[in-house]
């Protein structure tokens, strides 16, 4: 079962979806998340931790109980999918995250920590009433309301990372820092920090990302295909720079992705 809800202004500006995932025992118990320069919110209401590993062989499991944040990643990350499980999770926009987080966003980076040591106790509370809640539809609703409670006395977004972010996504393929940050108005330093404070990535790590997340859902589709076409049309200098990129932010050369399904571009099952 899947649900997902897009929540109204104000939240909306910050977040893209709230969402309630149940389902029973994968065939695999380990997956590779792909990137996606955004940074989430993981509750788990049926399982009393998530498991997270520092490298795709699946060493050095952590077991994190209770709800996470994961920061903006530039680069795969390994879950543990063991057991059922039901989860209710939020995924910001680029920089929406800055409002709930202060200045955590740098820190969190390539990171997964427990949403309590940046919340305190009330994250814990928080997850408690969700699980104890009579229906997704209410775990979710308590999620939203709690977030549009700490919208309300949060510091309004950076303009220039709310400007940033929309002018890389207006054309994901040719993403180039220079060019916004010249319209920007801003030294280079002065971009690059306020742009990193607010989407916990730097310009180029976001943008090479969001080049990659732009090819996955037509390769999720259509499988392997002519490379050097793919290259060209994905805004990578040439086929050797699109495997240099694939290989650095997925783990994986082009030719091997295989995501879990086709609505799940980020998602590619581990062999046990």
């Known amino acids: 079962m899947f649900l997902s809800q897009r929540p109204a202004p104000p939240l909306a500006a910050h977040v893209d979806c709230l969402w309630y995932s149940a389902r029973g025992e994968l065939p695999h118990t380990r997956e590779r998340s792909l990137p996606t320069g955004s940074a989430d919110i993981v509750v788990p209401l049926l399982q009393d931790h998530l498991v997270r590993y520092d490298d795709a062989l699946g060493n050095a499991a952590r077991r994190l109980r209770g709800a996470v944040v994961q920061g ?16 209710v999770g939020v995924h910001f926009r680029p920089g929406g995250a800055a409002a709930f987080f202060a200045g955590a966003l ?16 009330v ?4 997850r408690e009433r969700m699980q104890a809640a009579s ?7 308590l999620m939203h309301d709690h ?26 393929a040719g993403a180039r820092v220079a060019p916004v940050q010249h319209a920007s108005g801003c030294m280079p330093a002065q971009f690059i920090r ?22 996955l859902p037509a390769l999720a589709r259509c499988g392997p ?5 793919v290259a060209a049309g994905g805004g990578y200098a ?7 990129e694939f290989r650095a932010l997925a783990g994986m050369a082009p030719g091997a992705y295989r995501p879990v399904r086709t609505d799940q571009p980020t998602h590619v099952a581990l062999p046990d």
Not at 72 to 81: K, M
Not at 135 to 141: F, G, V, Y
Not at 165 to 170: E, N, S
Not at 194 to 208: I, M
């Open 147 to 172: 977030l549009l409670q700490r919208l309300m006395t949060a510091p309004a977004p950076d303009p220039l990372a709310t400007f940033a972010v929309m002018a890389f996504r207006r054309e994901p």
């Open 72 to 87: 903006a990643h530039d680069r795969f990350n390994v879950r543990g999918t063991e057991g059922p499980s039901a989860v």
């Open 123 to 126: 994250a814990r509370t928080l």
């Open 135 to 141: 229906s997704p539809q209410q775990a979710l609703q």
């Open 106 to 121: 740098p820190a969190l980076r390539n990171r997964t920590e427990l949403l309590e040591d940046l919340w305190g106790p």
């Open 194 to 215: 306020r742009f990193e404070q607010a989407v916990g990535l730097t310009p180029k790590r976001y943008a090479r990302v969001l080049r990659l997340g732009e090819l």
């Open 238 to 244: 040439d086929q050797s720079h699109l495997i240099r």
């Open 225 to 229: 295909r002519d490379w050097a076409q």
